[in-house]
């Protein structure tokens, strides 16, 4: 059976005992040329895989980070052709991409246009936190027909009974949400997240990754001693909203880059 370069690199990730860091960025985010370096310094950086987030006017699930990365690229004109320009550079660049996307935007593009489009540009698969699994038999048909992988999201308060048919759905990797949340509330929510990548363990083999707002390298250390990869956004976005996407902002994403992929490899060190 066909593998997608997601599925490739989780197994031999898996194979080494490490865990992989996917670093996220908006398209057109703070420029399209600008969203193109950041890439560049990520993966140069130390991050194995790029999440490319599709701007979405209404991106519900986002924090107020994204969400105003994603009101910017907007702002700036990107939309579709944006997305598939950014994917189709990132995966030049040699890292297993893929696209997170808000299901309306699919919807609006045509569900089988845009599975065959992330394929011809050799992207992985999509995230899409909003599409839920009983929603998406046609979408299960495109993945399936264009050899992507679908990756649904969880939580802590998803059920048992729910984890299992979602886990089941997913392909690639399973998309465990939480926060870190603010000093004094990040053990407790830490805890949350690790029990979620337990529960998610004891009903599929699926990789696990989690997005839990992990902007330093103790925490990407931290997750990854207990999850398959650490998924990094805001810390990048903010970043570039300080600094700009010219020669010293993309030294400090280089530099954070390096750091947490230090962290993340060195989680599992014996």
């Known amino acids: 059976?066909?593998?997608?370069?997601?599925?490739?690199?989780?197994?031999?990730?898996?194979?080494?005992?490490?865990?992989?860091?996917?670093?996220?960025?908006?398209?057109?985010?703070?420029?399209?040329?600008?969203?193109?370096?950041?890439?560049?310094?990520?993966?140069?950086?130390?991050?194995?895989?790029?999440?490319?987030?599709?701007?979405?006017?209404?991106?519900?699930?986002?924090?107020?980070?994204?969400?105003?990365?994603?009101?910017?690229?907007?702002?700036?004109?990107?939309?579709?052709?944006?997305?598939?320009?950014?994917?189709?550079?990132?995966?030049?660049?040699?890292?297993?991409?893929?696209?997170?996307?808000?299901?309306?935007?699919?919807?609006?593009?045509?569900?089988?246009?845009?599975?065959?489009?992330?394929?011809?540009?050799?992207?992985?698969?999509?995230?899409?936190?909003?599409?839920?699994?009983?929603?998406?038999?046609?979408?299960?048909?495109?993945?399936?027909?264009?050899?992507?992988n679908r990756i649904y999201v969880v939580a802590p308060s998803t059920t048992d009974d729910?984890?299992?048919?979602?886990?089941?759905?997913?392909?690639g990797f399973i998309y465990a949400a939480s926060l870190m949340g603010v000093t004094g509330a990040r053990n407790s929510v830490s805890a949350n997240a690790k029990q979620l990548v337990q529960r998610i363990r004891a009903q599929s083999q699926t990789p696990v990754a989690v997005g839990l707002g992990v902007s330093n390298r103790e925490q990407a250390k931290e997750v990854a001693s207990y999850a398959d990869a650490v998924i990094v956004g805001s810390a990048f976005i903010k970043i570039i909203q300080e600094f700009g996407s010219g020669r010293k902002g993309l030294k400090k994403i280089k530099e954070l880059a390096k750091s947490l992929s230090e962290g993340v490899s060195s989680a599992r060190e014996i």
Request: charged share 20%.
């Open 162 to 171: 729910r984890l299992a048919k979602v886990s089941g759905e997913c392909s």
């Open 1 to 148: 059976m066909s593998t997608t370069p997601l599925e490739r690199i989780f197994a031999d990730a898996r194979a080494k005992n490490r865990a992989l860091l996917i670093g996220y960025i908006t398209a057109g985010f703070p420029t399209q040329k600008g969203a193109k370096k950041i890439v560049k310094a990520m993966v140069d950086g130390g991050v194995d895989v790029i999440e490319i987030g599709f701007p979405y006017s209404d991106p519900v699930m986002d924090g107020p980070v994204i969400q105003a990365a994603s009101e910017e690229a907007i702002n700036n004109g990107a939309g579709v052709a944006e997305v598939f320009e950014l994917l189709e550079t990132s995966v030049k660049y040699g890292a297993p991409s893929m696209i997170m996307s808000y299901w309306s935007p699919i919807e609006k593009y045509g569900i089988a246009e845009f599975a065959a489009k992330v394929s011809k540009a050799g992207g992985s698969g999509v995230v899409t936190p909003d599409l839920t699994y009983e929603e998406s038999d046609q979408w299960r048909i495109e993945c399936t027909n264009n050899l992507i």
